[in-house]
């Protein structure tokens, strides 16, 4: 169980691309960061494009006007003649700069924590694994779900063959606040999301569905999709060729077979995102409006609801547990999790631990270069009227 107490030698100095007052994610990333205080401190940034906004921003958030920078070059560069100078940054701006920002930064010398999509592209994305391999620095991917304890639940689970071998994989990632074009022209954060020069080859595939794609590799790291077939359509004619809503069916290579939903026009729909995995005995699923309770369902028995924070749960489980059983976690432990996990994998690079980093479950390069990969085939299999294709 965490209590908040230090995990690594002191907090390291952080900075934001991006994130700003106007922001949608940026707060969950200060909420996750310093929630403990003993594991980052936010010491600089370029919260904005807007230069003067984003400078009055963080002298509100408590960083020093002379370390309030006009835009990312100029933060690497003069933060670099720094003695106290970062050590990693977060870059949470639109899709479209995620590539050019981290670059940079690694060259700077910065370790990197990165908004989903990671990249367009795969090249893109195999390129900075290497340049980051090249500098000896992590990049890590703000699945900001997985830190959920509930998932490593599932995940011993499946590993442990409670539910047998997985047969079906049901995921969907759905909400419906673009059932009309309103949204379109009244929010800034959609109209980029619809636009392919800076959300990408893919709207709600990379916008939401990637998240739900990662957290069934985080249960089930041992399943690999070998084909899939997407269908995706845009429901609001102007939104295309990005899709606001898509299905996808895979097959995997143990022969277990899967689908996806992930939308944006499910009108109504105010639970977003649910995870279950049939196996040859028994069922697991989880949905992150509940968090807290798992359900196991085993073929001829009553079914099961398992509770946060219980010492009947995987010790992989309660290792991440903050608050104790009764007590509502959410998003932001959830978010805490993977930065305190950031922090252990900065840490242990740094001190050129590899047993460390190899040990530790959290979303890095690798999670980032899958949903790339994801994206992609997704998009070649639709882009081909709905084919199957392998999955490259
Ligand atoms: P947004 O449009 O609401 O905010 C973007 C922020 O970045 C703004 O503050 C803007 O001024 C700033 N910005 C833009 N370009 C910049 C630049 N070159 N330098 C410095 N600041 C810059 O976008 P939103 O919704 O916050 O999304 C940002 C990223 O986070 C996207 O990649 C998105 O996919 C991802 N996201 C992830 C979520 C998660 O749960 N992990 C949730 C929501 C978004």
Same mark, same amino acid.
């Given at each position: 169980?965490?209590?908040?107490?230090?995990?690594?030698?002191?907090?390291?100095?952080? %900075?934001?691309? #991006?994130?700003?007052? @106007?922001?949608?994610?940026?707060?969950?990333?200060?909420?996750? $960061?310093?929630?403990?205080?003993? %594991?980052?401190?936010?010491?600089?940034?370029?919260?904005?494009?807007?230069?003067?906004?984003?400078?009055?921003? !963080?002298?509100?958030?408590?960083?020093?006007?002379?370390?309030?920078?006009?835009?990312?070059?100029?933060?690497?560069?003069?933060?670099? /003649?720094?003695?106290?100078?970062?050590?990693?940054?977060?870059?949470?701006?639109?899709?479209?700069?995620?590539? =050019?920002?981290? &670059?940079?930064?690694?060259?700077?010398?910065?370790?990197?924590?990165?908004?989903?999509?990671?990249?367009?592209?795969?090249?893109?994305?195999?390129?900075?694994?290497?340049?980051? %391999?090249?500098?000896?620095?992590?990049?890590?991917?703000?699945?900001?779900?997985? !830190?959920?304890?509930?998932?490593?639940?599932?995940?011993?689970?499946?590993?442990? !063959?409670?539910?047998?071998?997985?047969?079906?994989?049901?995921? /969907?990632?759905?909400? #419906?606040?673009?059932?009309?074009?309103?949204?379109? &022209?009244?929010?800034?954060? =959609?109209?980029? &999301?619809?636009?392919?020069?800076?959300?990408?080859?893919?709207?709600?595939?990379?916008?939401?569905?990637?998240?739900?794609?990662?957290?069934? /590799?985080?249960?089930?790291?041992?399943?690999?999709?070998?084909?899939?077939?997407?269908?995706?359509?845009?429901?609001?004619?102007?939104?295309?060729?990005?899709?606001?809503?898509?299905?996808?069916?895979?097959?995997?290579?143990?022969?277990?077979?899967? *689908?996806?939903?992930?939308?944006?026009?499910?009108?109504?729909?105010?639970?977003?995102? &649910?995870?279950?995995?049939?196996?040859?005995?028994?069922?697991?699923?989880?949905?992150?409006?509940?968090?807290?309770?798992?359900?196991?369902?085993?073929?001829?028995?009553?079914?099961?609801? @398992?509770?946060?924070?219980?010492?009947?749960?995987?010790?992989?489980?309660?290792?991440?547990?903050?608050?104790?059983?009764?007590?509502?976690?959410?998003?932001?432990?959830?978010? $805490?999790?993977?930065?305190?996990?950031?922090? @252990?994998?900065?840490?242990?690079?740094? *001190?050129?631990?590899?047993?460390?980093?190899?040990?530790?479950?959290?979303?890095?390069?690798?999670?980032?270069?899958?949903?790339?990969?994801?994206?992609?085939?997704?998009?070649?299999?639709?882009?081909?009227?709905?084919?199957?294709?392998?999955?490259?």
């Amino acid at each position: 169980m965490l209590n908040g107490e230090r995990k690594t030698p002191r907090p390291l100095r952080w %900075a934001m691309v #991006g994130g700003g007052r @106007l922001g949608q994610v940026g707060y969950k990333h200060r909420c996750g $960061a310093l929630r403990d205080n003993t %594991a980052f401190a936010l010491v600089a940034g370029a919260f904005d494009i807007v230069p003067e906004r984003g400078r009055e921003f !963080g002298v509100n958030l408590g960083v020093d006007a002379d370390r309030c920078y006009d835009d990312y070059r100029t933060l690497f560069a003069q933060e670099a /003649q720094r003695e106290d100078g970062i050590e990693v940054v977060s870059v949470a701006t639109p899709n479209g700069t995620h590539y =050019q920002i981290t &670059r940079a930064a690694l060259l700077a010398g910065l370790h990197v924590i990165c908004e989903k999509p990671l990249f367009f592209t795969s090249r893109e994305a195999y390129e900075i694994k290497a340049l980051a %391999a090249e500098k000896n620095r992590i990049v890590g991917v703000t699945y900001g779900f997985s !830190g959920h304890p509930l998932l490593l639940q599932m995940r011993a689970m499946i590993a442990n !063959g409670q539910i047998g071998e997985v047969r079906m994989v049901d995921l /969907q990632y759905t909400h #419906g606040f673009n059932a009309t074009d309103e949204v379109d &022209r009244l929010s800034d954060a =959609q109209k980029w &999301r619809i636009d392919p020069q800076i959300s990408g080859p893919s709207f709600v595939l990379g916008d939401i569905s990637t998240h739900t794609y990662y957290l069934s /590799q985080l249960v089930m790291p041992q399943m690999q999709i070998s084909e899939l077939l997407c269908d995706r359509q845009s429901f609001i004619p102007s939104r295309a060729p990005l899709e606001d809503n898509a299905l996808v069916m895979m097959r995997y290579a143990n022969g277990a077979v899967g *689908r996806m939903w992930a939308s944006s026009v499910n009108a109504g729909a105010m639970s977003s995102q &649910r995870i279950h995995i049939v196996g040859s005995k028994a069922s697991l699923e989880w949905t992150d409006v509940n968090p807290s309770e798992l359900s196991y369902q085993v073929q001829g028995q009553p079914n099961q609801t @398992l509770y946060r924070g219980m010492p009947y749960l995987d010790e992989t489980c309660n290792a991440w547990e903050r608050l104790g059983a009764l007590h509502t976690e959410g998003l932001t432990e959830s978010w $805490a999790n993977i930065y305190l996990k950031f922090a @252990l994998a900065i840490d242990a690079c740094n *001190r050129g631990d590899r047993q460390a980093l190899d040990q530790l479950v959290y979303p890095d390069i690798d999670a980032g270069i899958d949903g790339v990969r994801w994206i992609e085939n997704c998009v070649r299999s639709a882009d081909q009227g709905a084919r199957w294709v392998a999955f490259e």
